[in-house]
């Protein structure tokens, strides 16, 4: 068994072309020989919110032969399904090294395909598609728990987005901001939103608040994970995708602009793809090496 102090580290961040911006990703290309264990002890170590770990597929696995990887993400707390900022990084990791063009991952989530292109400006962009998302209700008592845990009342709550558990890949409550104020203004009990975020699967809660259209800004709290706050979170970006699709809330073929971090001195830029007659939803984002 291979020891998890020998594996190769990269350090990527994603969602930003300036390493002093977007969210950080540890990315192991070669995880082979690593259990469970041993990847979770080297995502600790590490400390950002998600390190992930490649394999290469076998042969029969789809895609393109050498482009095809089965992934897995750990947090310094635990595996989690699927993570979009770190699919990013391991991307333009990987087409750094073999080649932009298509990629093939196998999550726990499910299959995630990855296009990475490069217009030579030196910022390689990924664009992820997600697996099938799914929208549901949530229970007006889980959604006074999680406001209580904020420390926000319903009446700062936008009603034209009402609150919903989105996934796609993992599961993310969203919650609405009625002003960019109350989103700016978060300090929350940390024990008491991990306590509700773990009784109902949650990854991270995706906290918005709309400036038009088709622009918003989002913050993610991720207790869970053991992270206060994520500066970038792709899978939430493709989950609120698909629940501003359920709402009716953007039109069929809808580009959106997702800005995360600002607060926390990171800032992100997620761009999120909804197609009329694809249920999956597409998140973009560039990657660049942290010194």
């Known amino acids: 068994m291979t020891s998890h102090t020998t594996a190769q580290v990269l350090r990527y961040t994603a969602f930003s072309s300036d390493p002093a911006g977007g969210n950080p990703a540890g990315v192991v290309l070669d995880a082979r020989g690593l259990d469970d264990a041993a990847m979770l002890a080297l995502a600790a170590e590490i400390g950002y919110s998600e390190t992930a770990f490649l394999t290469a597929a076998p042969e029969h696995a789809g895609g393109t032969p050498g482009r095809v990887f089965d992934a897995r993400y750990f947090s310094p707390k635990a595996e989690v399904p699927f993570c979009g900022h770190a699919t990013v ?75 919903r558990i989105a996934n796609a890949g993992a599961r993310h409550l969203v919650l609405a901001a009625a002003g960019r104020a109350r989103l700016a203004d978060l300090d929350y009990d940390f024990e008491r939103l991990a306590r509700l975020m773990r009784r109902l699967d949650l990854t991270t809660l995706q906290l918005v608040w709309r400036e038009s259209e088709t622009v918003f800004h989002v913050r993610d709290p991720f207790p869970v994970g053991g992270v206060v706050e994520d500066p970038a979170t792709g899978a939430a970006a493709a989950a609120f995708g698909a629940y501003l699709r359920e709402l009716g809330a ?41 010194p």
């Open 89 to 163: 990084a391991t991307a333009v990791a990987l087409a750094e090294r073999i080649g932009p063009g298509d990629l093939l991952f196998h999550t726990p989530a499910g299959p995630v395909p990855v296009s990475v292109t490069d217009d030579g400006t030196g910022a390689p962009q990924a664009t992820l598609t997600s697996v099938e998302p799914q929208v549901t209700d949530v229970e007006d008592a889980d959604v006074a728990e999680a406001l209580a845990a904020l420390g926000w009342q319903a009446a700062e709550l936008d009603p034209a987005l009402p609150p």
């Open 250 to 290: 953007i039109t069929a073929d809808a580009r959106l602009t997702l800005h995360q971090g600002h607060d926390l001195g990171r800032p992100s830029t997620l761009t999120v793809d909804v197609r009329a007659g694809d249920p999956r939803i597409r998140v973009s984002g560039t990657a660049v090496p942290l």
